[in-house]
C-alpha cells in the first residue's frame, strides 16, 4: 500500500482548488487555455509554488503570469475559503511549458503514424 505525505495531499487539494478559482477569474490578460499543472507545498505550509501552463506565445504567457500574481490576494482569500487550512499558504505562480510539450508531442505522434501508415500502403 502506497503511503502519501500530508503535504502530497495538500497539494493535490490545492491544485484543484486553484484549477476552479482560476477558471472563475474574469482577467482578460488569463486565456480559457491556463491550467494548473502542479502544485509544490512547501513543508511548513507556507508556500505554495503553482505550476502554470497557458497555451499561447510568450507575450500570453507573461500577460497570464502578471495576471495571476496582480490578482494573488483575491485567489489566496479564496483559497482559504475552499480549502480548511490553520494558515492558507501564499501562491506562487510559475508558467510551465508542458501544454505545447504535449501538444508538439502529439503532433510527432500523428507525423509518424501518417508515415508509418505511408509505408504500409506503398508494401
Known sequence: MAS???TDRISGEIQRALSD???????PRIPMMTSVVAVEVSGDLRYAK???SVMGDS???AAAIK??????????RELG?????RTTPEVIFEASDS???GAHIN???HQVFKEDKADDGDN
Open 107 to 109: 503532433e510527432l505522434l
Open 81 to 85: 475559503s475552499r480549502v480548511r487550512l
Open 59 to 61: 507575450e500570453t504567457k
Open 50 to 52: 503553482a505550476l502554470i
Open 4 to 6: 502519501f505525505k500530508r
Open 99 to 101: 501544454i505545447e510539450h
Open 67 to 76: 495576471g495571476l500574481k496582480s490578482a494573488s490576494g483575491f485567489i489566496r
Open 21 to 27: 478559482i482560476i477558471r472563475d477569474l474574469k482577467d
